[in-house]
């Protein structure tokens, strides 16, 4: 993995990066961002990098158990990633275990991750952690996206992680805990983002950790709402991030309509459900006050 970044990496500064090296300068990137998240570039079509891998001394079966190819009957083993730019993916310790690609252009799909390997598992690694955990910064924001991550820590905020393209796992949370007690979620402002959110909020609860949800909008992603608003307006959106509870509360409220009497019971009926959540008293005691102000 270490060496196909190396690849990947010298292929974007070469002639044939170009495709790449313009997409890149478009999302308003540094050099210096460029070179820190070890950016690259995978080439015109699938084999250059086998052979790359071959001629250092790497058998197939090894360049296959990494991911990084897959054998066809046509062209024999060639990789998956072409006419990508490619983010690597570290571990704490900073180590390439894994790569994102996203295609440049108008191919299918639009972002393709390495499979799980033994050293590539999704579901227990977050995308920048090994930024983020000595950001000392109190908190840890999670988003959707490498590119969101990308902008933030570009912006100062190197506090910022994504998921693998999966959902939020609770192997993610549990590795969140030791560096944080408190998990800031920016998740893109639509519907999808917004079910990913609350779902994550359960996962950080059951992990024992305190969430809050940054409010993006009218942007939806933090990379567009820091191309537009910029560092001192996003700092302030951490400062008002909403308590997880009450966000939870705000989404159920969509369903049901207060001016009606029924519906009305029906919400309420199912704030005392949420309430119930709590296990510990004074908690519940400080939240049903909380709640009862609000409603």
């Known amino acids: 993995n270490k060496e196909a970044e190396k690849f990947f990496y010298y292929q974007l ?20 961002t460029i070179h820190r998240f070890g950016l690259g570039y995978a080439g015109k079509n699938g084999a250059e990098l086998v052979k790359y ?42 180590r390439v275990i894994g790569f ?22 999704k579901r227990r690694n977050l995308y920048g952690l090994n930024f983020a955990r000595t950001a ?7 988003c959707e996206g490498y590119m969101d991550v990308i902008s933030m820590h570009q912006a100062g905020f190197t506090q910022a992680v994504a998921s693998l393209g999966t959902a939020f ?16 979620l920016a998740y893109d402002s639509d519907g999808a983002g917004v079910k ?19 409010n993006m909008r009218p942007y939806k992603d933090p990379d567009e709402f820091m191309k537009a608003l910029g560092k001192e307006a996003f700092q302030e959106r951490l400062a008002q991030a909403e308590n997880s509870f009450f966000f939870e509360l705000r989404m159920l409220e ?12 029906k919400f309420y009926r199912e704030i005392a459900r949420k309430l119930c959540g709590f296990t510990e008293e004074v908690e519940r005691e400080n939240y049903i006050e909380a709640v009862a102000e609000k409603y």
């Open 100 to 121: 994102g690609g996203r295609v440049m252009g108008e191919g299918e799909p639009k972002y393709l991750n390495s499979p799980e390997t033994p050293v590539f598992d």
């Open 136 to 142: 000392r910064s109190g908190n840890i924001i999670i």
């Open 196 to 214: 990913a959110a609350l779902r994550g909020i359960g996962i950080l609860r059951d992990a024992g950790l305190t969430a809050k949800v940054i």
């Open 169 to 184: 796992t609770p192997e993610q949370a549990n590795l969140l805990r030791r560096y944080t007690d408190l998990v800031l």
């Open 13 to 32: 500064r070469s002639p044939h990066g170009e495709a790449g090296s313009r997409y890149l300068q478009r999302r308003e990137l540094t050099g210096e």
């Open 53 to 94: 891998l071959r001629s250092n001394g790497f058998e197939d079966e090894l360049i296959k158990e990494a991911g990084l190819a897959n054998y066809s009957e046509r062209h024999g083993l060639v990789s998956q990633f072409w006419n990508r730019v490619m983010y690597p993916i570290q571990d704490v310790n900073h």
């Open 254 to 265: 969509r369903d049901y309509n207060l001016k009606d009497p029924e519906s009305k019971t």
